[in-house]
């Protein structure tokens, strides 16, 4: 009864490709049918393994591959999308620190020292009172040049790892109270933020062209 169930096993599992002297194809279940010349030549198909094959499922070569540019496309997308973000904020910072650049020489120039010694950082303003200031200021015997020849090529420059606080360089016009030629030079501000506004530090100004 064994061998019996066994050999149906064998049977129904296996089936033998063999090719003629015409290069015929044929299929068969039973060793016995096929000639013996072309037994040592035959084929097995195994039905079963076949199918468990064709049911596992197995990424290929070429799926990894793609797989792989998929993952590395979307991490050059997010860092181009992180790359906008950071250069929003660097134009950001370069503008509100142009504008109150442009405000601090607008103030200087005018004369308005009360005004300007409230841009300055807390710790500049703690080792420097108003008073001192203004009069130290107004006693300078040179000046800001006229408004055409003020500021010019101002270049912020901004730290993302550090983005409290930038520098500013500008090429300043300064001019004698009195009488002289404008004189030019490149000056260079460390701005600070501070309670969202952008400060300056005072000592650095009072050093400037006396």
Known sequence: MFSILFAFSISWAETYK?????????????????????????????DKTEDLEKK????????????SKEKAKGKREKSKEEQQSTNI????????VTD????????????????LYEYGTLSSKTNLAKENFVSRMGNKTWGLAPSWETIRDIDIK?????????YASARIGYKPKI????????????????????????????????
């Open 18 to 46: 063999w090719v003629d002297e015409n290069g015929t194809v044929h299929f068969t279940q039973d060793l016995g049918s096929i000639p013996e010349r072309f037994r040592d030549r035959a084929e097995i198909k195994n």
């Open 56 to 67: 596992v499922d197995r990424p290929s070569k070429k799926d990894s591959k793609g797989q």
């Open 89 to 96: 904020k660097i134009r950001k910072i370069e503008s509100e």
């Open 100 to 115: 109150t650049f442009n405000t601090i020489i607008s103030l200087w120039k005018e004369g308005k020292f009360e005004a």
């Open 158 to 166: 901004v730290d993302m790892k550090h983005p409290t606080f930038v």
């Open 179 to 210: 009488a002289g030629d404008t004189i030019f030079r490149t000056e260079t501000y460390r701005f600070m933020l501070e309670h969202g506004t952008w400060r300056i530090d005072l000592s650095k100004i009072l050093k400037a062209v006396q």
